[in-house]
């Protein structure tokens, strides 16, 4: 599949960057993510701009978890990326 073989071919230092900078992001009060998964958890997640930004800031995450578990299966490193 392609889009797997497009994640095998991210460099690893970049996407954890990535992830973090969007997961965390906004700092204050309380990260995008969180309070989105909150709502999720609550079931208040209704608004269209909510199911956005819990996609926006949490795809980043679901791309490193899918790189990590693809390098896990394939035996590679994280440092090994792309380098196949």
């Known amino acids: 599949m392609k889009v797997i073989r497009w994640i095998d071919k991210l460099p690893f230092l970049p996407t954890v960057i990535v992830t973090a900078f969007l997961s965390l992001a906004p ?48 035996g590679n490193s994280p440092g090994d990326s792309g380098k196949s």
């Not at 199911?51 to 896990?72: E, T, Y």
């Open 27 to 74: 700092l204050s009060p309380e990260p995008h993510v969180w309070e989105k998964i909150k709502m999720l958890v609550h079931g208040s997640l209704s608004r269209p701009i909510d199911i956005f930004d819990l996609f926006l800031h949490g795809s980043a995450c679901l791309i490193l978890i899918v790189k990590l578990a693809r390098q896990s299966m394939l």
